[in-house]
C-alpha cells in the first residue's frame, strides 16, 4: 500500500492552538500573515520561535526537541507519500532531490533557521506531481495484449523502512539484554545485502537473523573452560590386618550379614554417546544408607571406610547396574571380614573430558611462537589436544577418545562448537563427521 498524502490542521485552529500556547510575549504578531497553511502544527511553532525569539513557545529545551523531532518525523513521511508518486522513470533522479531536500531540513532545524522556503518549493512540485499523476491515470487505456508479466517493482527504499530495520536489529538485542552499540558497525555492512531483498518481510526476517547470530556468537564466546582440580594422587594398595583391633580381641569375628540391595537405577548406563557413567548424588545418597546400617550390623564403625566407599562406588565407571551390585556386595565383605581390598582401576569420566575436549578445540589454547612472538592458536592435531589435556590434569587419554569426544560435542550441538565449522573439526581428527 501506497503512503497517503499528509494531512495538514486547518490554519484557523493552528492559529487558535499557537495563541493558547505562547506567552510571556510583549510583540504583537500578525498571525494571518506568520502563519503559513502549507506548515504543519508544528513546523509553524518552531518557525514562530525563530521569528520571536523574546517570546516563550517551549516550556523547556526538552520539548523544543520533541516539537523539532515530530516536525522531522513529519517531514520525512510527506517525503515517503511524495516518491510514492513519482513515475517510475524518474524515480532515480527525484530520490537525489528529496535526498538533498531532507539533508537542508535537518540542517535547518539544528542551526534554528527558517525551513518555509525549503517547504514551499517542495508544495509546488506536490502540485505539479498530482497534476501529472492525474493526467495518466485519464489517458485512456490501450485495448489488453498477451504479454508475459512483468517481475514485480522491488521495494523502494525508504527512511522509514531504514528505520523500522533498525528497530528490529536493536529490539532483538534488548530482548536478551544486550546492547546494539557494539554491533552497529556489522548491522550497516549486512545493510547492503539486505537492500538488495524484494520485500520487507524478507528485509525483516533477515535482519532479525543476523542479530541472533550475533548473539549466539557473543554467547559462545563467554563460555568459560570447566574446573579441572589437581590429579589423583596414586596411592600403594590399603594392607588390611585381617584380625581385631588390640581393644577387640577376645571377641569373636563376625560374619558378614547379608545385603539385599533393593536400590534401583535412576538413569540408563550405557548410551549411544556414553559408554559408562558415574552414579547419580541421589543413588549415592541410597547406596551409602544401605552401606551404613550392613557396615553396623557386622560390628564395623563405617565412617572409618569411608575412604574405601569412595573408591569403589562414588568415583567408579560403571557399565551396568548388575556391576554395581557386585562392587557393592564385594565391599561389605571385605570390610566386614576385613580382606584385602584390590585398587580399583580410575579413569576420567567421559562426561568430563567432552567438556574440556569442546574447550580446547574452540578457542585459542595452543602456544606457539610467529616472527619471534608468542600466539595463541586453536590445535591443529589432536595430539596437541592430548598434550593439553595433560597439563589440564587427565593424562593418558587414548586418541579413540578424543576423536569420540569431538564427534558427540558436533552432534549435540554443544556450545562451545557454535563458533566452529564442519570443516574444521573433520581436518582436525582425519575422518568425516556424520
Known amino acids: 500500500m501506497s503512503p497517503s498524502p499528509p494531512r495538514i490542521m486547518p490554519k484557523a485552529m493552528q492559529i487558535e492552538m499557537l495563541k493558547k500556547l505562547v506567552h510571556d510575549c510583549d510583540v504583537d504578531i500578525d498571525w494571518d ?56 522513470e524518474s524515480a532515480e533522479a527525484f530520490k537525489e532531490f528529496f535526498d538533498d531536500y531532507l539533508s537542508r531540513y535537518r540542517y535547518a532545524l539544528e542551526r534554528k533557521l527558517k525551513t518555509s522556503g525549503l517547504t514551499r518549493r517542495v508544495k509546488e512540485l506536490e502540485i505539479e506531481l498530482t497534476e501529472a ?6 489517458t485512456p487505456e490501450r ?26 536489529f536493536e529490539s532483538t538485542f534488548t530482548i536478551e539484554g544486550m546492547s546494539p552499540r557494539r554491533y552497529m558497525p556489522e548491522y550497516r555492512r549486512e545493510l547492503e545485502v539486505v537492500r538488495t531483498l524484494t520485500t520487507k518481510e524478507e528485509m525483516i526476517k533477515a535482519v532479525e537473523e543476523h542479530a541472533k ?16 582440580g589437581p590429579p589423583p594422587e596414586e596411592r ?16 569373636p569375628l563376625a560374619e558378614a550379614p547379608p545385603t539385599p540391595f533393593t536400590i534401583y537405577p535412576e538413569k540408563p548406563f550405557v548410551t549411544a554417546l556414553y559408554p559408562n557413567r558415574l552414579l547419580t548424588k541421589s543413588e549415592i545418597d541410597d547406596i551409602w544408607d544401605s552401606y551404613r546400617m550392613a557396615v553396623t550390623m557386622c560390628g564395623k564403625n563405617p565412617d572409618r571406610h569411608r575412604k574405601e566407599f569412595e573408591e569403589w562406588m562414588e568415583t567408579y565407571l560403571f557399565t551396568s547396574w548388575e556391576q554395581v551390585k557386585n562392587n557393592y556386595e564385594n565391599l561389605i565383605e571385605s570390610i566386614c571380614l576385613e ?6 582401576p580410575r579413569a576420567p569420566p567421559a562426561e568430563v573430558i567432552d567438556e574440556l575436549v569442546h574447550w580446547i578445540t574452540s578457542v585459542n589454547t595452543i602456544e606457539d611462537i610467529v616472527d619471534n ?45 557454535i563458533i566452529v565449522t564442519k570443516e574444521y573439526l573433520e581436518k582436525l581428527i582425519g575422518e568425516p563427521i556424520k
Request: aromatic share 4%; charged share 40%.
Open 33 to 88: 500573515h506568520e502563519v503559513d497553511a502549507n506548515l504543519s502544527f508544528p513546523e509553524n511553532r518552531v518557525e514562530l520561535s525563530i521569528i520571536h525569539p523574546t517570546c516563550k513557545w517551549f516550556t523547556d529545551e526538552e520539548e523544543r526537541r520533541t516539537v523539532k523531532q515530530e516536525a522531522l518525523r513529519e517531514t520525512e513521511d510527506y517525503v515517503d507519500y511524495l516518491q510514492s508518486i513519482v513515475p517510475p
Open 339 to 344: 580382606k584385602k581390598l584390590k585398587p580399583i
Open 236 to 251: 600403594p594398595p590399603i594392607e588390611r590386618r585381617i584380625g581385631l583391633p588390640p581393644e577387640e580381641e577376645g571377641i
Open 373 to 417: 612472538k608468542p600466539i595463541k592458536r586453536k590445535p591443529k592435531t589432536i595430539e596437541e589436544v592430548i598434550e593439553k589435556l595433560d597439563e589440564m590434569g587427565k593424562p593418558g587419554v587414548p586418541r579413540s577418545d578424543v576423536i569420540a569426544a569431538v564427534k558427540r560435542g558436533w552432534q549435540e550441538k554443544a556450545p562451545n562448537y
Open 133 to 138: 499523476k492525474k493526467r495518466r491515470e485519464i
Open 213 to 228: 547470530e550475533i548473539i549466539r556468537r557473543e554467547q559462545a564466546l563467554k563460555v568459560k573452560p570447566p574446573r579441572v
Open 143 to 168: 485495448p489488453p495484449t498477451v504479454r508475459t508479466p512483468p517481475e514485480p517493482r522491488p521495494l523502494t527504499w525508504t527512511t522509514r523502512l531504514e528505520r523500522d530495520l533498525r528497530d528490529v
